[in-house]
């Protein structure tokens, strides 16, 4: 069974230029939202008590396979090309691999985080085509 992939990022922005930072990572939450592997991709800022803002990625993909297809898409290049420049320090990036898949967990019919996973996952499948029968959440 593949495993999910995690991936952690964090972007110190140069001073002056946080908001700019904060425009290009704006820009890659719909596409990348909209990539079938992509499960959870969420942007969070964190002010330090000097004043100084930090912006981290809280990224999760279906599989290794996801995560690559990701990471060869035209925005990303881009993205990556864009934000370089404005940093202070290169992306911290961490990428991890899960040792269970809670998403996919069989059986439970109590709502959970897992299930706009699944409901993320379900609204991505139907747009490219794709039919889901199962009784968790195919209806």
Do not use: W
């Amino acid at each position: 069974m593949n495993m999910p992939i995690l991936v952690f990022a964090s972007f110190q922005p140069k001073d002056g230029q946080e908001q700019a930072v904060k425009d290009i990572l704006m820009d890659m939450v719909p596409a990348t939202r909209a990539e079938l592997g992509n499960q959870l991709y969420e942007l969070s800022q964190q002010k330090s008590l000097t004043g100084d803002v930090s912006y981290h990625l809280f990224e999760k993909y279906a599989d290794s396979e996801a995560l690559a297809t990701h990471k060869a898409s035209d925005y990303y290049q881009d993205y990556r090309k864009r934000i370089e420049p404005l940093l202070k320090e290169p992306i911290a990036v961490k990428v991890l691999q899960a040792l269970e898949n809670s998403s996919n967990v069989a059986g439970s019919n109590n709502s959970s985080p897992n299930d706009v996973y699944l409901y993320n996952d379900r609204q991505k499948a139907n747009k490219a085509g794709h039919t889901c029968t199962c009784s968790k959440h195919g209806k």
